[in-house]
């Protein structure tokens, strides 16, 4: 037999809680901090200034554009991100334009 068994106080993987929180591993949770994490540094900064209504407004229409647009659909399953910043970046322009 090999020594390279397991001890008595090793714990068993049944044991251990494998279903953490997104927060645990610094991911944010509510739609306005992913919406941010979304955007780039400088539209971040700008959308940061904005007050919490309007945070939560963009917010909002991002997560409705990433729901609707199936061209996003094919795109999250290559890069979950580059689909969330490209819909960040349609909401704002459509903000802007």
Same mark, same amino acid.
């Given at each position: 037999? &090999?020594? /390279?068994?397991?001890?008595?106080?090793?714990?068993?993987?049944?044991?251990?809680?494998?279903? &953490?929180?997104?927060?645990?591993?610094?991911?944010?949770?509510?739609?306005?901090?992913?919406?941010?994490?979304?955007?780039?540094?400088? /539209?971040?900064?700008?959308?940061?200034?904005?007050?919490?209504?309007?945070?939560?407004?963009?917010?909002?229409?991002?997560? &409705?554009?990433?729901?609707?647009?199936?061209?996003?659909?094919?795109?999250?399953?290559? &890069?979950?991100?580059?689909?969330?910043?490209?819909?960040?970046?349609?909401?704002?322009?459509?903000?802007?334009?």
């Amino acid at each position: 037999m &090999s020594d /390279d068994r397991p001890t008595a106080d090793w714990r068993c993987w049944a044991e251990i809680n494998t279903l &953490s929180s997104d927060e645990e591993y610094g991911m944010p949770m509510d739609s306005v901090a992913r919406f941010l994490a979304a955007l780039n540094p400088q /539209d971040r900064q700008t959308v940061d200034a904005e007050p919490p209504e309007e945070q939560e407004r963009l917010a909002a229409a991002w997560e &409705s554009e990433l729901e609707a647009d199936a061209e996003l659909d094919t795109l999250d399953e290559l &890069s979950p991100v580059a689909a969330e910043a490209e819909a960040a970046r349609r909401v704002l322009d459509r903000r802007d334009g």
